[in-house]
């Protein structure tokens, strides 16, 4: 079975300072991972997304992933922080399988809201 | 396209009564899902289709039902809501010949059940 684990239900940093969120995933075979935000009251928005073809990952609004596999970690980092980052963060990850691989859902971290200080 | 739409945005129900939550999406995704997300608990998988027809049991499927006459559509039914149903429900959709695995997500439904 697949799961996923961030470290820290919050994280507050300064703005302009280095942006850290970590995830690391338990799975029995290679995993597609995501980073997915969500700002209040609103749905999930895709960040960005690891499929193999590049261990490190550049998504939307200068965020970008690492995965590294020896680690079993896929932590998301943007160099200098704004205030418009405030949000819920979600890693999520799905195993690939066979055709239909995806119909199993994807299985959710519980989030890290991130906190930005003016 | 509209891309995954929920209806309604918010619902209070009394307990023992039931309600359905509607999910539609316009991009011919075989593939859609319904999540309920708890304070602190990330999202959880309650039920999922792979197309018109078929349905399947996610993690947390008690006290829920679905349907899949359509692609485009996808309901969720409350059977006698419980306290315990009290969430925000996203619904999801892809598509496996696309891009993969991303899932697409509605804006939710927020239920209190008391």
Same mark, same amino acid.
């Given at each position: 079975a697949q799961s996923v684990t961030q470290l820290g239900s919050h994280v507050s940093v300064s703005e302009g300072a280095l942006v850290l969120l970590r995830c690391n995933y338990s799975s029995s075979? @290679? @995993?597609? &991972?995501?980073?997915?935000?969500?700002? @209040?009251?609103?749905? &999930?928005? &895709? *960040? &960005?997304?690891?499929?193999?073809?590049?261990? *490190?990952?550049?998504?939307?609004?200068?965020?970008?992933? !690492?995965?590294?596999?020896? !680690?079993?970690?896929f932590h *998301?980092?943007? @160099?200098?922080?704004?205030?418009?980052?405030?949000?819920?963060?979600?890693?999520?990850?799905?195993?690939?399988?066979?055709?239909?691989g995806g119909a199993d859902g994807l299985t959710f971290g519980k989030g890290t809201h991130l906190i930005i200080q003016p | 396209n509209a891309g995954v739409t929920q209806t309604p945005k918010f619902r209070i129900l009394k307990i023992g009564q039931s309600m359905t939550l509607q999910c539609a999406q316009d991009m011919n995704h075989? =593939?859609?899902?319904?999540?309920?997300? #708890?304070?602190?608990?990330?999202? $959880?998988?309650?039920? =999922?289709?792979?197309?018109?027809?078929?349905? #399947? $049991?996610?993690?947390v499927p008690n006290g829920y039902n679905v349907s899949r006459s359509t692609t485009e559509d996808f309901p969720?039914?409350?059977?006698?809501?419980?306290?315990?149903q009290t969430s925000v429900y996203f619904c999801a959709s892809n598509d496996p010949g696309g891009t993969i695995y991303e899932q697409y997500?509605?804006?939710g439904t927020r239920l209190t059940v008391t």
């Amino acid at each position: 079975a697949q799961s996923v684990t961030q470290l820290g239900s919050h994280v507050s940093v300064s703005e302009g300072a280095l942006v850290l969120l970590r995830c690391n995933y338990s799975s029995s075979v @290679p @995993p597609y &991972l995501f980073w997915y935000v969500q700002y @209040p009251n609103q749905g &999930l928005q &895709l *960040l &960005l997304k690891y499929t193999s073809a590049a261990t *490190l990952v550049k998504g939307i609004n200068g965020f970008e992933a !690492e995965f590294k596999k020896s !680690e079993t970690s896929f932590h *998301l980092t943007k @160099p200098s922080a704004h205030m418009s980052d405030a949000a819920e963060y979600f890693c999520a990850v799905s195993e690939r399988r066979g055709t239909g691989g995806g119909a199993d859902g994807l299985t959710f971290g519980k989030g890290t809201h991130l906190i930005i200080q003016p | 396209n509209a891309g995954v739409t929920q209806t309604p945005k918010f619902r209070i129900l009394k307990i023992g009564q039931s309600m359905t939550l509607q999910c539609a999406q316009d991009m011919n995704h075989n =593939y859609m899902y319904w999540y309920r997300q #708890d304070p602190g608990m990330g999202l $959880k998988l309650i039920y =999922y289709s792979v197309g018109a027809g078929i349905t #399947d $049991k996610g993690e947390v499927p008690n006290g829920y039902n679905v349907s899949r006459s359509t692609t485009e559509d996808f309901p969720l039914r409350l059977e006698l809501a419980a306290p315990s149903q009290t969430s925000v429900y996203f619904c999801a959709s892809n598509d496996p010949g696309g891009t993969i695995y991303e899932q697409y997500f509605g804006p939710g439904t927020r239920l209190t059940v008391t």
